[in-house]
């Protein structure tokens, strides 16, 4: 198969940081990319592993380890504005599939 | 300024019509792509195509139809056939097939009456 995994929402505070998690089945498996979305809004890319370890872009992190089938998303110190929704998605040949979504809720 | 554009942002309709939701980009990309988002979903592949004048179903083609008869436009039709089809329709696009990262138009808001 070539389904992904995440929680369905993760709650943290302002200020701190966050990883939201996600495993993929292997078949197919060319690399992982991470999407934010916020209500009402279109998803727009965040980042793309393609190999293991950490790619930094700001705040934001993510990792992959390819021997685990995971990776993950990190938001550092966390704004009210990255409330959202965040999904991983698996690249393949001629497309890539999407997990279902971690909804991110941020309390002052 | 390059980038998706899709509309209308919402379109009401009453059951059993047909509906053309519009997509249009200037990013000189050659994949384009159909989702749908149900609430609380994630992104569901309806159809995608590759090249003009060619298209592939996704997972939840039935119920939709497409044409690529140019570069910049891919319009999706919501049949009647669809038996569900309130829900909110994204387009993305790729500068090739197989590229991670997509870009996204606004997305349509379909309402059924």
């Known amino acids: 198969g070539q389904s992904l995994e995440q929680p369905s929402e993760v709650t943290a505070v302002e200020g701190a940081i966050v990883q939201i998690n996600c495993t993929y089945q292997?078949?197919?498996?060319?690399?992982l990319s991470w999407y934010q979305q916020h209500d009402g809004g279109a998803p727009t890319f965040l980042s793309y592993?393609?190999?293991?370890g950490l790619e930094e872009t700001g705040r934001f992190s993510s990792f992959l380890s390819r021997s685990d089938s995971y990776g993950y998303l990190l938001l550092q110190e966390l704004q009210m504005k990255d409330s959202a929704s965040y999904f991983c998605?698996?690249?393949?040949?001629?497309?890539?599939?999407f997990g279902k979504g971690t909804r991110l809720h941020i309390l002052p | 300024d390059g980038g998706i554009t899709q509309s209308p942002k919402y379109l009401f309709r009453k059951e059993g019509q047909n509906v053309t939701l519009s997509c249009e980009q200037n990013?000189?990309?050659?994949?384009m792509y159909w989702y749908r988002q149900d609430p609380g979903q994630g992104l569901r592949l309806i159809y995608y195509?590759?090249?003009?004048?060619?298209?592939q179903k996704g997972d939840i083609a039935e119920g939709y139809s497409v044409s690529r008869e140019k570069k910049e436009s891919f319009p999706l039709t919501v049949t009647s056939a669809q038996k569900n089809p309130t829900a909110f329709y994204l387009c993305?696009?790729?500068?090739?097939?197989?590229?991670?990262?997509?870009?996204f138009g606004p997305g349509t808001r379909l309402t059924v009456l």
């Open positions: 993305a696009s790729s500068l090739a097939r197989g590229s991670n990262e997509q870009f």
């Open positions: 292997t078949s197919g498996f060319y690399g």
């Open positions: 592993n393609a190999l293991d």
């Open positions: 998605a698996r690249g393949g040949d001629d497309k890539i599939i």
């Open positions: 990013l000189n990309h050659d994949a």
């Open positions: 195509s590759q090249i003009v004048n060619d298209f």
